[in-house]
């Protein structure tokens, strides 16, 4: 009986036997596969046979026989043929492990479903495959979520998500598609565009209306650029052109027309808001060979323009490099200076015109560099002020100041005042009311022995931050002086608008009125004007007697300038003023 039993046990089972064996098991599991997305199918490599469940005809619509490995090919969507083929001839090529390939079948002429079809192959004894068994299962929704996240991502990516244009990184991609380096007369340009002083249009409309500029901003340059452009945006207020040129003249016809967009374009309906933008330009292959290359040198090429007045184009030189590296050097300087207070003030007698009698000065930063010597503020202010440490830096000339007032005072029983030049960032910022206030306490000083300067060009990046600033500085006793009169274009708005006490006339007047005539009627209107207001009129910049006999006859109020005296450290002004 034991020896029957394992006889039985040990018959081997022949390949038809085999066949009708897995056949019966594929019915039998048909039951149990109804309730899920799974198909069994069954592949015969001997005669070529190809079966499948009735639950796999959820997946594929055909006849449940197919007759070879072509029948199946042509179930294949197209993208996935190639890939689908090679991994089942690489698996029974092998022979070894769980066989498992994810792929599109075809379920109607117009609809294909994603299956992950798995399955083990089985050998005679010989090692001769002789059919592979498994399952299909159905996961189209997993895949169509996964693609649609996987979209979501490549958009997040490459796509910046206010204006949809291409970002950075997409650009990157794009130039590297796009240019050949072995192509020697293909000519590429980066123009890498910011918007000038653009935190103030946020702050003046909010950053909500901000971005409805940005998005119309994008819009219209895609309508006005022509197709040798690839727009893309970089930050907040930054935008990247590619262009490819012929001819270095098409550079700046190109550079021309889109500065005109900005100049001539209003980008926020209901509001009349100004907007300007800078470039910088580099060129393949003459300035770099790759994209983040070219980027480098435009950026170079942008910050000059920048410091060169803004509203204009500019095409990298190498010089450039050296100014930027300078510029750097200078922040280092700058911030050593800072905490060793290095800086020193020099101050320019102020004095009344009739009596020529001393009544104030104007406070003027120094810096004695141990390196460079002297070095002039119209090379390190324009630093501070880029990089922000001209908050820093005001707050020394503030302290100063105020110290040296109430030194004065003490000294000669005598009040004089003192007028300070502020800049952009220090009229809004929002601690700088009670700055000012705590030093009035620290000091014997009265709120009105202080002159605050803002000039026009300063007023044309900001004047809705500066006028709330103003109106609180001058509720707490604080003087308003607008300086540099006559540079701007809004003067007479200003005069009206703004809370001032004090106008100084630009040193530009007090050049003419030796050689201009007319020049002397405009000073007079303008002296005369200021009296009509209730305001004070300063000229700085009086370098003879002829400047002052005429300034004397036209009634201006205060002068200043060499013709009195220079700018002085404290230690020289002492004899000076006794």
């Not at 042509?74 to 083929?85: F, G, M, Q, R, S």
């Not at 100004?274 to 983040?292: K, V």
């Not at 009169?485 to 608008?497: A, D, I, R, W």
Request: glycine residues 4%.
């Amino acid at each position: 009986m034991i020896n029957n039993r394992k006889t039985k046990i040990n018959k081997k089972a022949s390949p038809q036997e085999k066949d009708t064996s897995i056949s019966n098991i594929i019915e039998r599991n048909q039951f149990i596969l109804e309730g899920t997305n799974d198909g069994i199918w069954d592949w015969n490599l001997q005669n070529g046979e190809y079966f499948f469940s009735s639950k796999e005809e959820t997946v594929s619509q055909p006849s449940r026989k197919i007759d070879s490995l072509e029948g199946w090919k042509n179930l294949l969507h197209p993208e996935d043929k190639v890939k689908a083929v090679n991994i089942l001839e690489d698996y029974l090529v092998k022979k070894v492990g769980i066989y498992q390939n994810i792929y599109r079948i075809k379920k109607s002429d117009k609809e294909y479903r994603w299956v992950l079809s798995r399955g083990r192959i089985q050998m005679d004894q010989s090692g001769k495959p002789l059919r592979i068994a498994g399952l299909h299962i159905d996961i189209t929704e997993e895949m169509e979520s996964k693609n649609k996240m996987n979209q979501q991502l490549y958009q997040l990516a490459y796509y910046d998500p206010l204006t949809d244009l291409p970002n950075k990184a997409k650009l990157n991609v794009e130039f590297e598609a796009m240019y050949d380096l072995n192509k020697s007369d293909q000519k590429v340009a980066i123009f890498y565009i910011d918007l000038d002083n653009f935190r103030y249009i946020n702050n003046l409309v909010g950053y909500e209306l901000g971005n409805e500029v940005i998005k119309n901003i994008s819009k219209k340059l895609k309508e006005k650029l022509n197709k040798k452009f690839v727009l893309g945006r970089d930050s907040e207020e930054e935008f990247i052109l590619l262009l490819f040129y012929d001819h270095e003249r098409d550079l700046y016809k190109e550079a021309n027309e889109v500065l005109k967009i900005f100049r001539y374009n209003q980008f926020l309906t209901g509001h009349q808001i100004c907007i300007t933008a800078s470039i910088g330009i580099a060129l393949c292959p003459e300035h770099a060979p790759t994209f983040n290359g070219l980027l480098e040198y435009a950026d170079t090429a942008l910050y000059y323009a920048k410091i060169k007045g803004k509203n204009q184009f500019r095409i990298y030189q190498e010089s450039m490099r050296e100014f930027a590296y300078k510029e750097t050097s200078y922040m280092h300087d700058i911030n050593e200076a800072l905490q060793t207070e290095a800086f020193c003030m020099y101050y320019q007698p102020i004095l009344e015109t009739v009596k020529e009698e001393l009544v104030g000065f104007e406070a003027l930063i120094r810096w004695n560099d141990a390196q460079r010597g002297f070095i002039s503020p119209c090379e390190f202010i324009p630093i501070a002020e880029k990089t922000g440490q001209i908050l820093q830096l005001e707050k020394q000339i503030f302290e100063a100041v105020f110290k040296q007032v109430e030194h004065w005072k003490k000294q000669t029983n005598k009040r004089f005042f003192v007028s300070i030049n502020l800049s952009p960032k220090g009229l809004i910022n929002k601690g700088l009311v009670s700055f000012l206030e705590a030093l009035v306490k620290k000091y014997y000083v009265e709120p009105s022995d202080i002159i605050l300067e803002i000039t026009e060009t300063t007023l044309l990046e900001g004047i809705e931050e500066t006028l709330a600033v103003f109106d609180l500085l001058k509720q707490k006793g604080f003087i308003i002086a607008l300086d540099d009169f006559g540079t701007g274009y809004s003067s007479l708005n200003y005069l009206k608008e703004l809370p001032i006490s004090k106008l100084k006339l630009d040193k530009s007047f007090i050049d003419s009125l030796l050689v201009s005539e007319k020049d002397q009627y405009i000073t007079e209107s303008i002296i005369e004007l200021c009296h009509r207001m209730n305001l004070k009129v300063v000229a700085e910049g009086v370098e003879c007697e002829e400047q002052r006999d005429i300034l004397l006859k036209l009634n201006c109020d205060l002068m200043q300038g060499y013709f009195y005296c220079k700018p002085k450290p404290v230690a020289e002004l002492g004899s000076w003023i006794k």
